[in-house]
Nanobody
Framework: QVQLVESGGGLVQPGGSLRLSCAAS????????MGWFRQAPGKEREFVAT????????YYADSVKGRFTISRDNAKNTVYLQMNSLKPEDTAVYYC???????????????WGQGTQVTVSS
């Protein structure tokens, strides 16, 4: 019903920046809470950031606070993750997520994208 397609991943040096995009379809985008999760090799998927339906409320994991910025453009049905000051420990597959109600660090979102690889390395 809801399809999410991420783009913008790639290889970047430590201290560099990337912007991820997630295009949504199949639902009225403004009715969805959006977020980002990531999963590194051998680790569980972890919460990164979330943004409410209007973009007025935003929450970040402590590990990315001050470095990452989540935003959304409801006219374009797209959510973004601007990643600055990247560290090797940010290396992971990044997943776009959507839910009808809320996205938290412990609740499984209703909808997932396919993921996009982000590698931070020299």
């Amino acid at each position: 019903q809801v399809q999410l397609v991420e783009s913008g991943g790639g290889l970047v040096q430590p201290g560099g920046s990337l912007r991820l995009s997630c295009a949504a379809s199949g639902r009225t985008f403004s009715y969805l809470v959006m977020g980002w999760f990531r999963q590194a090799p051998g680790k569980e998927r972890e919460f990164v950031a979330t943004i409410n339906k209007s973009g007025s409320n935003i929450y970040y994991a402590d590990s990315v606070k001050g470095r990452f910025t989540i935003s959304r453009d409801n006219a374009k049905n797209t959510v973004y993750l601007q990643m600055n000051s990247l560290k090797p420990e940010d290396t992971a597959v990044y997943y776009c997520a959507a839910d009808d109600l809320i996205i938290t660090a412990t609740r499984r979102p209703s909808y997932w994208g396919q993921g996009t690889q982000v590698t931070v390395s020299s």
